[in-house]
């Protein structure tokens, strides 16, 4: 099984005309709430493409709340550690996306702030069983720092999407086993600016020299450079019309951990996960636009 510890965001997005400046009131339009939050996002790309998931989180006792408990069911997860916070709203994003594609974001955390080590401490015989364990930084980092010494005692592979970017604890970073930074990530996490191969290669020696064993940073359109001990590569992306790069990173996460779960070798994984990142980047908003295991499969074969 693959656990996916992480977040459940309401994705609030407006379309605008143009960013309101400070007293300024504009008209938007095309209105939507749409399932997002980086864990959820992972658990369902996992989920969709025929993974079994545990999904670890917290949401609102909100009828968000309600109804994604729902929504995560339909699509094949185990919600039993989904748990409803009391008097509190499910996390939020407020996105405006201009007429031009630009976005601007305002997140609140809400019911994620819950996802405590005590609550993890509740689950830790899901992760000790469990042979993956993914997680992103969107939820109290103490709950993540136990479920990764958990699954370290157990010898559950621990997955983490530094995402959003903030430095880490070398405590933590010597826990994990395989880390997939963007390059913004990757540059707050290492001090390299990543551009390239070689600038991406230097930013995976720091982090191999913190204890982890495989570093993955993606990088957009260009793909993924894959750095394993003594060799590293770029491993590139599938092109497609981008439309929305909404959750690409998350389906990409979702994606390669499913692919190894079910005992792909490293780069199949990744060129699975490019595949099922590629198309989800042609499509709007974050969950409405993670593809199913078919669309992927004749996607790659094509
Ligand atoms: P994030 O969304 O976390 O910033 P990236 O932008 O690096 O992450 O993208 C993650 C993955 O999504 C890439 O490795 C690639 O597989 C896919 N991807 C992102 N943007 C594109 C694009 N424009 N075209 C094709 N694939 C893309």
């Not at 997860?77 to 550690?81: G, Y």
């Not at 530094?162 to 970017?165: D, I, V």
């Given at each position: 099984q693959l656990i996916v510890l992480g977040s459940v965001n309401a994705d609030h997005v407006l379309q605008v005309p143009s960013f309101p400046r400070p007293g300024e009131t504009l008209h938007g339009h095309n209105y939507q709430v749409i399932p997002g939050g980086k864990g959820a996002n992972q658990a369902v790309a996992a989920a969709r493409l025929g993974g079994d998931i545990g999904f670890i989180a917290c949401v609102g006792d909100d009828s968000f709340g309600q109804n994604i408990r729902q929504t995560f069911t339909n699509d094949g997860?185990?919600?039993?550690?989904v748990h409803m916070i009391e008097n509190t709203p499910t996390g939020i994003a407020m996105i405006q996306v201009s007429d031009c594609g630009e976005n601007s974001i305002c997140i609140a955390a809400e019911a994620n702030n819950a996802l405590t080590a005590e609550i993890v401490e509740q689950h830790s015989a899901m992760i000790e069983q469990a042979e993956y364990l993914l997680m992103q930084l969107e939820t109290p980092l103490a709950g993540i720092e136990l479920a990764a010494s958990i699954a370290k005692v157990h010898g559950t592979q621990v997955v983490l999407n530094?995402?959003?970017?903030r430095s880490l604890p070398d405590a933590l970073l010597a826990m994990v086993d395989i880390i997939t930074p963007n390059e913004t990530e990757a540059e707050v996490l290492t001090g390299v600016a990543v551009t390239d191969a070689d600038s991406a290669a230097k930013a995976a020696q720091v982090l191999h020299d913190k204890g982890i064993a495989t570093v993955m940073i993606t990088l957009g359109a260009k793909g993924v450079y894959l750095s394993e001990q003594d060799t590293g590569k770029i491993i590139p992306g599938f092109k497609v019309k981008a439309t929305d790069t909404t959750a690409a990173g998350d389906t990409f996460n979702g994606a390669f951990v499913t692919g190894l779960l079910e005992g792909k070798a490293i780069e199949n994984a990744i060129v699975f996960a490019h595949g099922a990142a590629a198309i989800s980047v042609t499509r709007f908003g974050a969950q409405t636009s993670i593809p199913s295991r078919d669309e992927v499969e004749q996607f790659i074969a094509a």
């Open positions: 997860m185990d919600i039993s550690a530094p995402a959003p970017a």
